[in-house]
């Protein structure tokens, strides 16, 4: 028996040879680009049905909150004014935008407006119809939100989304059934919620209407 080796003893094993530094740093590197890589090309190849899903959600919100328009304006926001045309050389997806809906005859219908706060749970985004002269909604569709289950969600639901056809702005949100063209009725249990679809479109309508008027006069506001 070898005085080197123990009965029973497993042999002695090699050091592993060490990796240097830079081969690991080369491998992180070439993963890290082959994933980038990989999530650009899925990116790039997905972009465009990504962007027409949006389109198309965007022309039905459209089409239900002004009644089924014969047709509309994209109206940009540029410069503190309304303009079909933006400036050469604006990205028109980075401008905030309105949607001015008309009937046949080219009679003004109203505008959708699209806007967002935070409610009880995170934000809350939503377009609304707008007849831009009396300031008087042609009905409400939420878009985003991820309010309560069973409670807070019910701001999506009829019969809260149908009191958005006909009450004049600013809203005043109450309990009660309306006793004034301004009333809307709040849903209980969900006060947060419905009270903040209100402030959206108050908000947003003190905002938008001097500049939809403004548009509709040739001037600006």
Avoid at 12 to 18: N, Q
Avoid at 94 to 107: H, I, K, M, N, W
Wanted: aromatic share 6%; charged share 20%; net charge neutral.
């Amino acid at each position: 028996m070898s005085a080197g080796h123990a009965h029973g003893a497993p042999p002695e094993m090699e050091p592993a040879p060490a990796v240097p530094s830079w081969r690991l740093l080369a491998t992180l590197g070439f993963a890290g680009a082959l994933a980038g890589g990989l999530i650009v090309t899925v990116y790039s190849a997905t972009l465009p049905r990504i962007e027409a899903h949006r389109a198309e959600l965007v022309e039905s919100a459209v089409r239900e909150v002004l009644k089924a328009p014969a047709r509309w304006d994209t109206l940009y926001l540029e410069g503190g004014v309304l303009t079909k045309t933006p400036s050469a050389g604006a990205d028109r997806r980075q401008l905030e935008r309105v949607f001015l809906g008309y009937t046949a005859s080219d009679s003004v219908i109203g505008a959708a407006v699209t806007a967002g706060e935070p409610g009880f749970s995170d934000v809350i985004s939503l377009i609304f119809g707008l007849e831009p002269t009396r300031g008087t909604l042609l009905g409400m569709k939420v878009l985003a939100h991820k309010e309560t289950p069973g409670l807070g969600d019910k701001i999506e639901k009829t019969p809260f989304t149908s009191r958005f056809d006909g009450p004049a702005t600013p809203l005043r949100g109450v309990k009660s059934a309306p006793s004034t063209p301004n009333d809307l009725q709040t849903i209980t249990g969900a006060t947060i919620s419905s009270r903040t679809v209100v402030n959206i479109i108050n908000n947003a309508t003190s905002r938008w209407q001097p500049l939809l008027q403004a548009y509709l006069r040739g001037g600006t506001p």
